[in-house]
Every structure is written in structure tokens, then in C-alpha cells.
């Protein structure tokens, strides 16, 4: 059965320092999210991306991230300069369609992101 | 603003016996999805079952149906004849097509199957 992907499954990094988390959708889908999950804490949307721009994103998804799909395949988060309160378990999604009850979000297994 | 609430941290069930978690949601829209997801310790999280507002008639996928009450604002997982692999966190979700795409979850509920 198709997955979503994610890797690394975790990422150690020093406060200040980029991270990119990567993430394969599965091959058909054209819609892709952003979660994350700060430990103890709700699952929270960040961003969604469709037809190589963001549809969508909360105010959590400010200048010190960014979104990409470099080629066809990948879908990147970029944290410009990590800080110790994006330490979380950030996950990818991907959907075929963005309407309707078919709008079934395909979740990956998560990167834990550990800011130092 | 959507909020979703699991008032239940944590459950426990015998294997084989029944189980129902609860969710409840706030919205003032008419149009939207619930659904329930499960994510086993591995951590990848996996649709259970999900129900369209504007329907009736509660969704059922095999073992697992749902209680939907639209007036009480009520999304409750049933899960029958519980095993050991249903052991996971359960999380309650809602979205509307009024605000996008996104989905919105509950706090969740970890489930322990005794064995």
C-alpha cells in the first residue's frame, strides 16, 4: 500500500542552526500539510501546498519557515534558524483532493525534531 | 474557532470486550467530516473511520463504528471486540470545507488492550 515517507525519522540540531525535514508523498496525490506535535500538545496544522504554492497556513507558519517541492517527488520544511520551542514531532500529509469526505489526509510516520 | 475535546487521557479495555471513546467538537458550521485516526507506536498515523455531517446514519468499519450526535456535537468511537494491535493513540479530527483543508484534532486518547 502507497505510504507517505519521511525522513529523518529524527533530527538533532543546535538552537540557530537550518533544518530541512523531507518528506515523499504518495506519487498521485497533489495536495500536501504540514503538522506538528509538541510533546504532551495537540497535533496543530502549519501549512498546506497545492500546485507549487501554499494554500494555506496558520500563525504558527511564520517567516522562519518555508515550504518546497524541489521535484517531483519531494515535499521539504525548511526552519530557517530553529529554536528550542520547534522541538516537535513534525508530520507530513499528502491528499489526492482537497473537497469532500474523498479528502483523506495520508499521514507519514514523523520526523522528532530536537532543538539543543 | 473549530475546537475538538477527548475528555479521556487514557482508556483501558480487556481484549475481546467492547470500548468507546469519546470526542466532542464546537463548530457553527453545517458542512463538515469527522473522522478518528489511530496511531500505533510506530507513530504513523491511520484513518479508522470518518462520517460526513450531513449524514445520518453512523459510519461502520467492521470493528470500529462511530456515535455520531450533531445536535450534542458528539463523535464517539466504538470498538468492538478489542485485540492487542488496536492498542495506540486515538485522535479526533475535524474539518470543514468552509475553513480550508485543514484538519483539527483532539488532544487524544491512548488506548491499553489487556491481554
Known amino acids: 500500500e502507497p505510504e507517505v515517507t519521511q525522513t529523518p525519522s529524527h533530527q538533532v540540531t543546535q538552537m540557530g542552526q537550518e533544518v530541512i525535514l523531507r518528506c515523499v508523498p504518495i506519487?498521485?496525490?497533489?495536495?500536501f500539510y504540514w503538522y506538528r506535535q509538541i510533546l504532551g500538545q495537540k497535533v496543530e496544522f502549519l501549512v498546506s501546498?497545492?500546485?507549487?504554492?501554499?494554500?494555506?497556513k496558520s500563525e504558527i507558519f511564520d517567516d522562519q519557515f518555508s515550504v518546497e517541492r524541489p521535484d517531483g517527488s519531494n515535499f521539504t520544511l525548511k526552519i530557517r534558524s530553529t529554536k528550542l520551542e520547534d522541538s516537535a514531532m513534525y508530520f507530513c500529509?499528502?491528499?489526492?483532493?482537497?473537497?469532500?469526505?474523498?479528502?483523506?489526509?495520508?499521514f507519514g510516520a514523523g520526523t522528532r525534531l530536537s532543538v539543543l | 474557532a473549530q475546537t475538538v475535546t477527548q475528555s479521556q487521557p487514557e482508556m483501558s479495555v480487556q481484549e475481546a470486550e467492547t470500548v468507546t471513546l469519546s470526542c466532542t467538537y464546537d463548530?457553527?458550521?453545517?458542512?463538515?467530516?469527522l473522522f478518528w485516526y489511530k496511531q500505533p507506536p510506530s507513530r504513523q498515523m491511520i484513518l479508522v473511520i470518518r462520517?460526513?455531517?450531513?449524514?445520518?446514519q453512523n459510519a461502520t468499519e467492521n470493528r470500529f463504528s462511530v456515535n455520531f450526535q450533531k445536535a450534542a456535537k458528539s463523535f464517539s468511537l466504538k470498538i468492538s471486540d478489542s485485540q492487542l494491535g488496536d492498542a495506540a493513540m486515538y485522535f479526533c479530527?475535524?474539518?470543514?470545507?468552509?475553513?480550508?483543508?485543514?484538519?483539527?484534532f483532539g488532544a487524544g486518547t491512548i488506548l491499553r488492550v489487556k491481554s
Open positions: 500529509a499528502s491528499s489526492s483532493t482537497p473537497d469532500s469526505i474523498k479528502n483523506i489526509q495520508y
Open positions: 462520517q460526513e455531517a450531513y449524514k445520518q
Open positions: 463548530t457553527s458550521e453545517s458542512d463538515y467530516y
Open positions: 506519487s498521485n496525490h497533489l495536495y
Open positions: 501546498f497545492y500546485n507549487n504554492e501554499i494554500s494555506e
Open positions: 479530527a475535524y474539518r470543514s470545507p468552509e475553513y480550508g483543508n485543514k484538519l483539527v
